[in-house]
Each structure stands twice: as structure tokens, then as C-alpha cells.
């Protein structure tokens, strides 16, 4: 079963389903601009386009055609030129949230961060031995 929610572009209620995450008017005016953004892309000369480029030729907003990338609706195995920005940098990537730099980048902090908490933990355990041994000697 759907939840009841306000429409986040022009504030409509309506039932939000798995499908659906704006109001059936706003759904119909998503429709005919994906129909806009494929039908431009498709045509072999503008198969190479850029999001940028893409955007000028359709007047579509980015955050649209972002939205028909991110949920599979325009695939770019088709399109090469075809990206959205990474969410961390704003650098154009294909697949998935983060570009491969600020991948690493964030698997370097954690594991930083996870030699850090390994040395306090040997650090503690050298202090209880210290510790203790100290209260035994008094």
C-alpha cells in the first residue's frame, strides 16, 4: 500500500508508490520529457551527446535526465558521452553514486581511521598491564 505524501514539485497530494515518487499530473510531464530526451538521443547525431548537451537540445532539466539515469529508464551503454556527476566531486561518471577517486579516497579514510582505533586499542591494553602491575607493586 502507497503513503500518502505532498507532490516535491508542485505539492499535490497524492499516494506515493514504489512506482511513483511524484503526483499523477507531474508523472504524465516526467513522461513526455523522457519521451523528449530519448527521442533526441536516439537520433545518430546526437547518440555521442553530452548531459550538457543533451540538456540544450531538450530544454529538459539535468536533474530530470539525471533521474531517468539513475532509475535504468535511459541506459548508457547506448549513449558513450552520457553521464551525471559524482555525488562527492561533481566529476561525470556511468554507474553508481561515486567515481572511482572518491571511492578510494573514502576506503583509505576508513581504513585510516580503522589503524587508528587499533592502535588505542593496543594502547589500552598496554596501560591495564602497566596499570595493574603498578597496583601490585604497592
Known amino acids: 500500500m502507497g503513503e500518502l505524501m505532498n507532490c516535491p514539485k508542485c505539492n499535490a497530494l ?9 503526483c499523477d499530473k ?3 510531464e ?13 537520433k545518430r547525431e546526437n547518440r555521442k551527446a553530452t548531459l550538457v548537451e543533451v ?17 535504468g529508464r535511459l541506459q548508457l551503454a ?3 558521452n552520457l553521464g551525471y556527476p559524482c555525488q562527492k566531486c561533481g566529476n561525470l ?9 572518491c571511492t578510494s579516497d573514502i576506503h583509505n579514510q576508513l581504513a ?7 592502535r588505542e586499542r593496543e ?16
Request: hydrophobic fraction near 30%.
Open 14 to 22: 497524492f499516494v506515493k508508490t514504489n512506482l511513483r515518487d511524484v
Open 26 to 28: 507531474c508523472y504524465k
Open 112 to 118: 585510516n581511521v580503522q589503524k587508528e582505533q587499533e
Open 78 to 80: 547506448q549513449f558513450p
Open 55 to 71: 540538456v540544450e537540445g531538450t530544454g529538459i532539466s539535468q536533474d530530470l535526465i539525471i533521474k531517468f539515469i539513475r532509475t
Open 30 to 42: 516526467e513522461e513526455k520529457a523522457y519521451e523528449t530526451v530519448y527521442s533526441f538521443i536516439r
Open 93 to 101: 561518471i556511468r554507474e553508481g553514486k561515486l567515481c572511482n577517486d
Open 123 to 138: 594502547i589500552k591494553e598496554r596501560m591495564k598491564g602497566t596499570y595493574l602491575a603498578d597496583k601490585k607493586n604497592r
